[in-house]
Structure formats: structure tokens, C-alpha cells
Nanobody, 115 residues
Framework: QVQLVESGGGLVQAGGSLRLSCAAS????????MGWYRQAPGKQREFVGD???????NYADSVKGRFTISRDNAKITVYLQMNSLKPEDTAVYYC?????????WGQGTQVTVSS
């Protein structure tokens, strides 16, 4: 079964930047969208943003203008560029790929933003 491997998380000061990557370990056919979610302590997992097969991006209001999603189709990799980070962005970030017939999640990567 294909797995998603995330990287790029860490500790950063408020106002800083991080770039997350999420790469599939094998082939995934008929991808519908690739996206990112996050879960802060004591809160439910929430949508951050995604990119469709047609290249359309969607973002949560809380990250619009600060976060950018991109992808490399050949590598089946999705990226999340996070700028102007805030302490409230602290969470475990998960990538998700939806394809015809199902979806797969990454294991999560911790992002901590200090004030």
C-alpha cells in the first residue's frame, strides 16, 4: 500500500517560514486532489488547503495570503510553503491525497511557532 512521507516540520519563531513536503512512496493513479490538514492540541483536525488535479488551489481563510500549496506530479509530491507564521499555526500537519476509490494520509509532522 502506498504511504505518504512528510518532512519539513520544526520549530520556528513567529514571522518565520517553513516548507513542508509530502511524497508518495509509490504510484497513485487518478488523483483528484492533494491537500494539507492540521490538528492543534485539544482541537479537531482542520482543513488548511488543497490543490486539485486541474491545478486549482483552495485555502482556509486563516492561512490565505500566507500559505501556498504546490505539487510535482512526476514525483507525486505536494508542498506547503508557510510564510508569516503565527503561534496559532502550531499543530501537527497532515497531508492527504484523494484518488478514485479512496484516499491516503501522511503520518503527520509537527510545526511549532514560538512567540
Amino acid at each position: 500500500q502506498v504511504q505518504l512521507v512528510e518532512s519539513g516540520g520544526g520549530l520556528v519563531q513567529a514571522g518565520g517560514s517553513l516548507r513542508l513536503s509530502c511524497a508518495a512512496s509509490g504510484s497513485i493513479l487518478n488523483i483528484i486532489r492533494m491537500g494539507w490538514y492540521r490538528q492543534a492540541p485539544g482541537k479537531q483536525r482542520e482543513f488548511v488547503g488543497d490543490i486539485t488535479s486541474g491545478g486549482t488551489t483552495n485555502y482556509a481563510d486563516s492561512v490565505k495570503g500566507r500559505f501556498t500549496i504546490s505539487r510535482d506530479n512526476a514525483k507525486i509530491t505536494v508542498y506547503l510553503q508557510m510564510n508569516s507564521l503565527k503561534p496559532e499555526d502550531t499543530a501537527v500537519y497532515y497531508c492527504n491525497i484523494v484518488f478514485w476509490g479512496g484516499s491516503v494520509w501522511g503520518q503527520g509532522t509537527q510545526v511549532t511557532v514560538s512567540s
